[in-house]
């Protein structure tokens, strides 16, 4: 099955919560209970900077919203999931562009185990490839850091599986 140049079978799919790791094969396994549309929050995962995105509840666009470091993003983690009623989180994972792991690859299972136990929303770890190099070719935008536009890409790539997964593809 493949969507565009996108397919599902490229795609590891997890989802980490407290008590239990579960591997899913669709997005849909992912929300089945996000019945009262939160946002999703999206994180670019990287060990001096992380960076991060939230989707609107239309799940139509991505929106910047921050670049913390390690630290900050666990020690406020759930006032950001209050504050912007966040229904899951989907984090970046890096691969090379063969497929293999990347180095990165075992630091953000790490990240991700460790989130898990701070918070109680689900967690999704979503192939990442060429988010990150989406941003930092083009021209130098300080608004936004390449962090938090590498979280868009990530959450781009999600919402238009989510969409496409609703719609029964």
Do not use: W
Not at 9 to 34: C, G, H, P, Q, R
Not at 145 to 157: N, T
């Amino acid at each position: 099955f493949s969507l565009g140049n996108f397919s599902f079978a490229k795609y590891e799919i997890l989802l980490i919560s407290i008590s239990l790791i579960m591997v899913v094969d669709t997005i849909s396994d992912f929300l089945v209970s996000n019945i009262y549309r939160k946002k999703f929050l999206s994180i670019d995962y990287g060990t001096k900077y992380i960076g991060t995105a939230i989707s609107d509840q239309t799940y139509i666009i991505s929106i910047p919203y921050k670049t913390l470091d390690e630290k900050s993003l666990k020690d406020g983690i759930n006032e950001i999931i209050e504050k912007e009623n966040i229904y899951g989180i989907i984090i970046g994972m890096p691969y090379h562009l063969d497929g293999s792991e990347s180095e990165m690859s075992d630091q953000v299972r790490k990240f991700s185990l460790a989130l898990s136990k701070i918070i109680k929303n689900p967690i999704l770890l979503l192939d990442e490839r060429l988010s990150s190099k989406g941003h930092k070719s083009k021209k130098k935008d300080y608004s936004t850091s390449v962090h938090e536009k590498s979280a868009c890409l990530i959450l781009d790539d999600f919402l238009s599986l989510y969409k496409n997964s609703l719609s029964g593809i």
